[in-house]
């Protein structure tokens, strides 16, 4: 069953502008995850944040990580036209029995004019 | 390159054939297959989860005698969708992982039924 909640559910930008996303989930994870799907394709995974991290970054992206909260944000800084895309939050749920077994949220879908 | 093959990528069907979908773990052994569904405009749900030699665990909603998977292998894990209906027309993807290493997805494969 789905358990986060992404928002906002669309986000339009300008080139250059930031990005922030943001992921809320119900259940203790071990982490949390960030997808990237471009339009019909398949995910391009972009970083993952364990339940004992509070902030990871990777080149323009910036993740935090509020687990008393349950949520999740991501950042996207100096967007660019390229990065129009959907990007999902994606949770492994503590306690489960497979690793690897995700939970996703239901997306943001980021368009960045040039 | 591509450490997870998913083939085809894109498949028209007639409404009440059936559609095989495989999933190939390259120059590793996949023992567990995670089968994810995407409808249009919306997030990804779980389907079920194939171990090799077993029998696949389905998520709660899922038809097993309509969605029947095969994980015979430890490279491949196959989806078949039994007499498919329009309302099966989603996107289906999968995912495993290697050595508890980060999830690898397919590529997808997105299903139309005519």
């Known amino acids: 069953s789905q358990q986060g909640e992404e928002d906002p559910q669309a986000l339009s930008i300008q080139e250059g502008e930031n990005a922030t996303m943001n992921c809320s989930y119900k259940?203790?994870?071990?982490?949390l995850q960030w997808y990237r799907q471009n339009s019909g394709r398949g995910l391009v995974h972009l970083i993952l944040?364990?339940?004992?991290?509070r902030e990871k970054h990777s080149g323009r992206l910036r993740v935090t990580l509020d687990t008393s909260k349950k949520s999740s944000s991501l950042l996207i800084t100096a967007s660019r036209a390229a990065d129009t895309a959907s990007y999902f939050c994606?949770?492994?749920?503590?306690?489960?029995?497979?690793?690897?077994?995700?939970?996703f949220g239901q997306g943001t879908i980021l368009t960045v004019h040039p | 390159g591509a450490v997870v093959s998913q083939h085809p990528s894109w498949v028209i069907c007639k409404s009440g054939t059936s559609v095989k979908i495989e999933c190939r773990s390259l120059d590793f052994q996949a023992t567990t297959m995670f089968w994810y569904r995407q409808f249009p405009k919306q997030s990804l749900m779980l389907m079920a989860t194939s171990n090799e030699g077993s029998k696949a665990t389905y998520e709660q909603g899922v038809e097993k005698d309509k969605f029947l998977i095969n994980h015979a292998s430890l490279t491949l894990s196959t989806l078949t969708v039994t007499s498919a209906h329009p309302e099966d027309s989603s996107f289906y993807i999968c995912s495993t992982y290697r050595r508890a290493e980060k999830l690898f997805f397919g590529s997808g494969t997105q299903l139309s039924v005519l």
């Open positions: 259940t203790s994870i071990n982490n």
């Open positions: 994606a949770t492994d749920n503590a306690g489960g029995t497979s690793y690897g077994k995700l939970t």
């Open positions: 944040i364990r339940s004992n991290e």
